[in-house]
């Protein structure tokens, strides 16, 4: 890890130089930020994490401007009111309440101008600060996954997209009352500004406070919809940011928001999870390094090179995993033994991989559930749940695959 530079003052300056800056570059900040977890020690996690608090508001003159251009200059008449004040801003766009003459609560999230433009050169201007800040060895190739970002980006920032996606997790959602999706307002939705329900809720981080009880519910729904997404809906919200969830405590529902960053699960990637969780259940370490493998998690130079360290992580993640009864998030000692084991491995360049990137955004979600579970230090029997999911839709599907 020393390689990385990853000293408090280079993320600083990197923190400072992302937040000055609008759209895709905010954005990938903020993933940094979000994806660091608990490998990054916590003092840059720290610095880090203002990007997802420091967005800037458009000026009242420049919102006008923006949403003449995309209703009309008489805008204002379809509204009986329009709170010109946003209630949240975020990478590329900000939230602003509204109702109209039907007496409908709306919430509008309008895109800053120029970020759907700006994206390509965005994220090239981000790989280079973190080439330049020495974040990352110039011996790795992260083409792929810079045309990637750009591409999910693009999505993002088209929220006819996203509108369609929210509409369509509705619908997969309709039979679960334990979750609300904001419906959608074609009428006053277009590519640069979405419409859509406002549903009331309080941030999902309030519930620090909240009874143990409660936080553990919480956490076990949404672990269960990171479980139908991956092997049911074939789909899946990947941006596992805490602001995407709203907790309603009278209903005790679960409001989800921001559905930009769905995308499609591949057969492959289902299965190659399938295939690790069901090696992990059964304690079997040699099973789980092939599986781990074989869906693209660890690179065969790691396993070559680093035999033994590689068992020694997988020991301890399979101790965790087959503990009896519910794990608790809140106990991370054995995270600080992986980070140790790891920072041997990552210090040799020779045994570095990139997994796919299908998988690297599906393993961002989980692990930023888990992550959620930790803050909330929440107590699940994932094992059980696992267990469940395998048994449902994953025999067959297991069986295929040998």
Request: proline fraction near 5%; include cysteine.
């Amino acid at each position: 890890m020393s390689d990385l530079l990853l000293t408090p003052g280079n993320a600083l300056k990197l923190a400072d130089r992302l937040s000055h800056l609008r759209g895709a570059a905010m954005k990938l900040g903020q993933m940094i930020s979000m994806d660091a977890g608990d490998v990054l020690p916590a003092e840059l996690s720290e610095i880090l994490s203002r990007l997802r608090d420091n967005a800037r508001h458009m000026p009242p003159a420049q919102l006008q401007k923006v949403l003449a251009r995309q209703w009309g200059p008489d805008w204002r008449r379809r509204f009986r009111r329009f709170d010109a004040t946003p209630i949240a801003a975020a990478s590329i766009g900000q939230v602003h309440r509204a109702m109209t003459h039907d007496g409908d609560e709306l919430a509008i999230k309008v895109q800053y101008p120029g970020v759907a433009e700006s994206i390509d050169a965005d994220v090239d201007n981000v790989a280079t600060l973190l080439r330049i800040s020495g974040m990352l060895p110039r011996e790795l190739d992260i083409t792929s996954l810079l045309t990637e970002a750009k591409l999910q980006l693009h999505e993002e920032a088209d929220y006819l997209r996203e509108g369609a996606q929210m509409t369509r997790f509705g619908e997969l959602l309709a039979g679960s009352p334990e979750f609300a999706v904001p419906t959608l307002y074609p009428a006053f939705t277009t590519d640069r500004v979405l419409a859509m329900s406002f549903i009331a809720g309080a941030p999902i981080e309030t519930l620090e406070s909240a009874p143990q009880q409660t936080r553990d519910t919480v956490m076990r729904t949404l672990f269960g919809l990171v479980l139908r997404e991956l092997f049911e809906f074939g789909v899946m919200q990947t941006d596992p940011n805490f602001a995407n969830y709203r907790y309603q405590a009278d209903s005790g529902r679960l409001v989800l928001l921001d559905f930009g960053a769905v995308r499609p699960i591949s057969p492959a990637t289902s299965t190659g999870y399938l295939c690790l969780l069901s090696a992990g259940l059964t304690g079997d370490r040699d099973r789980v390094r092939d599986a781990a493998v074989a869906a693209g998690f660890l690179g065969e130079a790691a396993v070559r090179r680093h035999r033994g360290l590689v068992d020694r992580m997988i020991d301890v993640i399979l101790a965790q995993l087959n503990r009896p009864g519910p794990f608790d998030f809140g106990e991370r000692a054995f995270v600080g033994t992986l980070r140790e084991e790891g920072a041997v491995m990552a210090a040799d360049r020779a045994s570095w991989h990139i997994p796919p990137v299908d998988t690297l955004f599906a393993q961002r979600k989980i692990s930023g559930t888990a992550l959620l579970a930790a803050r909330l230090k929440a107590q699940v029997d994932v094992r059980t749940m696992i267990a469940e999911r395998l048994e449902t839709n994953g025999n067959d599907r297991l069986s295929a695959s040998l």
